[in-house]
Nanobody
């Protein structure tokens, strides 16, 4: 019942910034947490950041803390990932995710958007 569409990926140089967006539809967006994950070639899916329904609780992976910022605009049904000081190791397909039920695990996934960072 939930559809997620990521956008904003691209190819940038190390040190650059990029903002990813995830547009959600299909249910009351503001009632659910949202998360960002990434997967590099040959690697498993990695947690990046997530945010609760009103933005009062936010978590980041240690690898991105201090560089990335997750936010949401419930009026626009959109979650963002602002990525600053990008590093080559940030290269991955980035996915947004939502739980199927309130308080549940992430089970809805977008199609992913590619982020490539060159040195």
């Amino acid at each position: 019942q939930v559809q997620l569409v990521e956008s904003g990926g691209g190819m940038v140089q190390a040190g650059a910034s990029l903002r990813l967006s995830c547009a959600a539809s299909g249910r009351t967006f503001s009632s659910y947490a949202m998360g960002w994950f990434r997967q590099a070639p040959g690697e498993g899916r990695e947690f990046v950041a997530d945010i609760n329904w009103d933005g009062s609780s936010i978590y980041y992976a240690d690898s991105v803390k201090g560089r990335f910022t997750i936010s949401r605009d419930n009026a626009k049904n959109t979650v963002y990932l602002q990525m600053n000081s990008l590093k080559p190791e940030d290269t991955a397909v980035y996915y947004c995710a939502a739980p199927q039920r309130m308080g549940g695990p992430y089970e809805y996934w977008g199609q992913g958007t590619q982020v490539t960072v060159s040195s």
